[in-house]
């Protein structure tokens, strides 16, 4: 079709006047939702979803209507042009209507006299525009239709996108997650069948497709929250899927591709998400008693993961993370305030406390790049070394979560670019003649990742209290351990760390474990930052055992704060001692606690300036050949035992949280009986 031909189609000018009038149309559509949805404010989340999607309707279909309302006079009433090339109707009048509105024009020439009557004004402004505006409309039509492809394009990607996560998610969950699945799906009322599958794709969940749903959940995710807070997801997502949301997003998609030009109509199909969501929302807390709480801190943890990953989901999409995150909060919690008033005070703090950790994750999200640079240009150096490789196993699912808190802690390494050394305790993963292969599989994941391993010992036992050379025979077995476990995978070790830092009862003791790690060229770790990190890790991972997700959170807490306390401990030590910041060396254990705080801590060790080393290069520094001869049954830091050679008094060192401590003891206790 040539340009003249495109520009005088009949097809064409119907469009471009459906295009004016539909500006106005929305708008007032707009202006009116605006109005019913403040009237509403106090109602229920599912007649207000109701409104804004008839909203969405009518803003659709008086575009229609007047389309081919326009196009049937068209065809009635042909057009010719006067001498000024103003279009005007061959019939003495021409009747249209455009939504409830009845538009006349009359043959009368311009600048005749008219009435003061609306029908006299409509028929003046139409003229007006026949002449004035008419000759632009095919252009306007060219535009809508390149924005339409361009959208139409970038819709049909996002479709393919989520076709991809579909298609590549197979069913690979748990038979537990089965049997939990099929629950839900009968608490939520789903009555068509919906898969539920695990993928390494997404880091969000989200429902897909409309005729054969899938649930799809990031593999990791089972991982990082609890299941407590899975479940209530994985309902809210179902929910989606009974209410056929997914349904409704498709035609917002298609309504925002051909309105795209409309601020209003966005603003509609925004409102639409929004009112979904707090829907959805109610429907869950409706569903599951007293998950207000639980279900709040779920989202919560869910948009924190998010905004770490940095993933957007396609708008095609109902994610359990869509909406306005805060307000959802706010709304949840709200409705347990309403159930018991006597709570107010508790949802107040809670809702203050989840806010802050929103806007932390936020802060932490969009700052990263920041973040980095000072990384880049920190003057501090911080090495860390974890004892032991593989985890504890702690928990009542040994040693599964320690493969999931292996897996967890060696993703958060590589993403801070942390070349951390894991110490090998032989005594976990092999007998000493043949190898464990559940517990050897995590500590090989260890070197498949491309970290270090360095040597402990067989068995965890002090140098104190062990004679010599049964130490070293322990040494010796556990080194076989490793080069069998490393083989020609990674690196032979070069590393030794004393258990419990405890370096003998004399000064002969040590001088011959010296001498023997020398012999095999491995060089033992001197660590400055020493720390009760593995009491708080404990005390932790017992309240995961009890599923006590408030002591949770409050211990996590109190180690972030302890950690902080420590820093500056030993910070002041260097500079006390040497006038400087010199490199650090600190001690860990791969714990659960220390793979969930990852993100907080190492924001606090890249505000204070550190850069990650290697242990190799920490150590290098003049300051680790200050001269040292403590001997006891203690394991301290070796700034502690710099300090105690040059007979200077040692500062006081951050107490334990008491909570915590607590919790140690009470272990001992029952280890007693």
Not at 109 to 131: I, K
Not at 205 to 211: E, L
Not at 598 to 627: H, L
Request: with cysteine.
């Amino acid at each position: 079709m040539s340009f003249d031909a495109f520009t005088e189609s009949e097809v064409v000018a119907a469009l471009g006047w459906t295009l004016l009038h539909s500006l106005w149309q929305i708008g007032i559509v707009t202006a009116g939702l605006f109005i019913a949805l403040a009237a509403l404010r106090d109602h229920a989340p599912n007649l207000r979803y109701l409104v804004t999607v008839v909203a969405l309707g009518i803003s659709v279909i008086l575009p229609v209507f007047t389309f081919v309302q326009i196009s049937s006079d068209s065809a009635l009433n042909p057009v010719t042009t006067d001498r000024n090339g103003a279009s005007v109707a061959v019939a003495s009048r021409e009747h249209y209507k455009v939504s409830d509105v009845v538009l006349t024009e009359r043959t009368e020439p311009v600048g005749a006299t008219y009435g003061n009557t609306a029908a006299d004004a409509l028929s003046y402004l139409r003229g007006w525009l026949n002449r004035n505006v008419s000759g632009l409309l095919p252009l306007a039509v060219l535009i809508w239709l390149s924005g339409v492809a361009i959208l139409s394009i970038r819709l049909a990607g996002g479709f393919a996108q989520l076709q991809r996560y579909k298609s590549h998610s197979p069913d690979n969950l748990e038979e537990s997650w089965n049997h939990t699945f099929a629950r839900l799906c009968g608490l939520a009322a789903v009555r068509h069948k919906v898969r539920l599958v695990a993928s390494d794709l997404i880091s969000t969940p989200v429902a897909i497709g409309i005729f054969k749903p899938v649930i799809v959940i990031p593999a990791t995710l089972f991982l990082q929250i609890s299941p407590r807070e899975l479940e209530l997801i994985i309902a809210h997502e179902l929910i989606h899927i009974r209410r056929l949301d997914p349904i409704v997003n498709v035609a917002q998609c298609v309504c925002e591709t051909l309105f795209f030009y409309h601020p209003g109509l966005w603003w509609i199909s925004a409102r639409i998400r929004s009112e979904r969501e707090f829907a959805t929302d109610a429907a869950v807390t409706s569903i599951f008693e007293d998950s207000h709480t639980a279900y709040a801190r779920a989202l919560a943890n869910l948009e924190e993961i998010r905004l770490r990953a940095n993933e957007e989901m396609p708008r095609y999409a109902t994610a359990a993370n869509g909406g306005n995150f805060m307000q959802r909060i706010q709304k949840i919690l709200k409705i347990k305030t309403e159930v018991s008033r006597t709570s107010s005070a508790w949802t107040a703090c809670l809702a203050l406390l989840l806010t802050s950790a929103f806007l932390l994750a936020l802060f932490s999200a969009t700052s990263s790049d920041a973040v980095n640079a000072q990384q880049r240009s920190g003057s501090r150096k911080l090495a860390i070394g974890f004892v032991s490789i593989p985890p504890v196993d702690r928990t009542e699912n040994a040693p599964k979560d320690a493969d999931a808190t292996a897996r967890l802690l060696i993703q958060k390494l590589k993403e801070y670019k942390v070349p951390a050394t894991g110490f090998l305790q032989g005594g976990m993963v092999s007998d000493g003649e043949k190898l464990y292969p559940v517990r050897a599989n995590i500590a090989r994941m260890w070197i498949d990742a491309g970290f270090e391993v360095g040597l402990g010992g067989f068995k965890h036992i002090g140098l104190y209290h062990t004679p010599v050379d049964d130490y070293i025979t322990n040494i010796e077995k556990n080194e076989k351990v490793a080069k069998r476990l490393i083989g020609d995978m990674g690196l032979p070790p070069r590393y030794f760390s004393y258990p419990f830092l405890n370096t003998g009862k004399t000064v002969a003791d040590r001088s011959k474990v010296e001498a023997w790690l020398a012999s095999r060229r491995y060089t033992s770790v001197k660590y400055t930052i020493d720390n009760q990190e593995w009491m708080y890790s404990y005390a932790y991972d017992m309240a995961r055992n009890d599923n006590d997700l408030n002591t949770m959170m409050e211990i996590r807490d109190a180690y972030l704060e302890y950690m902080s306390k420590m820093f500056d401990h030993y910070e002041a030590y260097s500079h006390e001692m040497f006038g400087r910041d010199i490199p650090q060396t600190m001690v860990l254990t791969p714990s659960r606690l220390i793979t969930d705080t990852a993100d907080e801590f190492f924001a606090m060790t890249a505000k204070r300036g550190y850069t990650f080393v290697s242990i190799d290069e920490a150590q290098s520094d003049v300051a680790y050949k200050t001269r040292e001869d403590f001997m006891g049954d203690a394991g301290i830091s070796w700034f502690e035992r710099w300090t105690m050679a040059k007979g200077q008094k040692l500062r006081h060192e951050p107490d334990v949280d008491p909570l915590v401590r607590r919790a140690w003891n009470e272990r001992k206790t029952t280890a007693k009986k």
